[in-house]
């Protein structure tokens, strides 16, 4: 296999949701993904979940549910599919699609109010899929 | 965490007092066609911190009180080829009366849906010869703010049915449809998830008997369009121009969510 043979978000193969294969064949960096969690032109997934262990992290919002111990209710590959298109497992979830690139209603460029560029990118990176999913794996109790 | 339940809902008994003597009713039984969503409409006001409900309590301390009486100066000015104020036809600002309740509404040729905004233009550059102001000018705020004023206390009184029925499907379909790469449409911020918190930002029904506002973070009045259009970008969207007939059908929808709430004729948000 070559080093970086990157799932591109229009060959996701999902089974109940969930994604078994690593969209980069690369282990994920747990750090990196809480970088990603709590940014704001990122993931900031900590707009609509509480993360407990990232407690320096001001403002937690609650459209969904706590993360707390989510590794202990769902497995790498539903995680991984969760991340990449909540939508998937949870129908008409609000949670957005963080791998995904079309089949949007006036997509933006990014919160710039301009229309999305012709090869509009998903919201996160394959990697940085990985390395969400990655941390996430740690949220044990 | 400045967060959880204690925070999620409207403000369970504040009652918005002005100046000690308007009473202002938040709280309201929710409009028939609104009746399978919710049992009772909020004001936004109920959803802010104590210190920012506060600044509207009281007119000396509401900061967009300085925007409206620049509006009634700029009412008292003559402008444009005719040599004509707005007072030489209307005389005092208090003619406006019940005028934002009103708004939008159809216009008088019938074939369209007008924000106040198209009014006051259609006056300037019919009646007056005077240019018309941008959506989002600040003249155009200060106006909007004057007029808005005068309908204090009013409730909401769109006309939804009729002519104007086509344009409220019209708006009714926009809010709920999923903008921008987040998926997210008015009704997941403000039906299914009001009163929760999304980061920094308690909830709240999205209901525009409050504008134009005075925006703490703006440090200026905003319009409803420009309320609209910052909602859909953060959807990462691409808004709806402000003055657009989206944006205008969306006024009229929304205004509709919110017909039992009274007009608060110049609210302060955060």
């Keep these: 296999l070559p080093a970086l043979a990157l799932t591109g978000p229009h060959d996701l193969q999902f089974a109940d949701g969930a994604l078994a294969e690593s969209l980069t064949g690369q282990p994920g960096d747990p750090a990196a993904g809480a970088k990603v969690m709590a940014t704001r032109p990122l993931g900031n997934c900590v707009a609509c979940h509480e993360i407990p262990p990232m407690a320096d992290v001001p403002f937690q919002g609650d459209v969904g549910p706590s993360l707390a111990g989510v590794a202990d209710r769902y497995s790498e590959a539903q995680l991984r599919g969760i991340v990449a298109n909540a939508k998937m497992t949870f129908e008409g979830s609000v949670m957005p699609a963080f791998y995904k690139n079309s089949g949007y209603i006036r997509p933006g460029d990014g919160f710039t109010t301009n229309p999305a560029p012709a090869d509009l990118q998903p919201i996160l990176t394959a990697q940085e899929i990985e390395d969400v999913v990655a941390y996430l794996l740690t949220l044990k109790e | ?270």
């Design chain 2, 1 to 270: 965490l400045a967060t959880g339940p204690a925070l999620a809902d409207p403000h369970p008994d504040a009652e918005l007092v002005i100046n000690d003597e308007i009473e202002l009713a938040t709280r309201a039984p929710a409009p028939d066609h609104l009746k399978e969503v919710f049992d009772t409409v909020y004001s936004g006001w109920l959803f802010r911190t104590d210190e920012t409900r506060a600044l509207e309590m009281d007119d000396f301390d509401n900061p967009a009180m300085v925007f409206a009486d620049m509006g009634v100066d700029l009412w008292n000015a003559a402008d444009g080829s005719e040599g004509k104020s707005c007072a030489s036809c209307h005389e005092g600002i208090e003619s406006m009366k019940g005028v934002r309740a009103s708004m939008p509404k159809i216009n008088p040729a019938g074939n369209d849906i007008w924000s106040v905004e198209n009014f006051v233009n259609t006056c300037r550059t019919d009646r007056m010869g005077a240019e018309a102001w941008k959506w989002n000018s600040p003249q155009m705020k200060q106006m909007t703010s004057a007029i808005s004023l005068q309908s204090r206390g009013m409730p909401i009184s769109v006309k939804i049915d009729g002519p104007a029925e086509p344009y409220w499907e019209q708006g009714k379909e926009i809010y709920y449809t999923r903008y921008g790469q987040l998926e997210l449409a008015c009704a997941s911020c403000h039906e299914v998830n009001m009163g929760k918190m999304i980061r920094a930002d308690h909830l709240s029904q999205g209901q525009i008997n409050g504008f134009p506002t005075y925006r703490l973070a703006d440090a200026g009045i905003v319009s409803i369009h420009q309320r609209f259009s910052g909602c859909i970008r953060d959807t990462r969207g691409e808004p709806f121009e402000a003055g657009s007939p989206e944006f205008r059908a969306l006024e009229l929808y929304v205004a509709s969510r919110g017909m039992t709430l009274p007009v608060e004729g110049l609210a302060v948000r955060q």
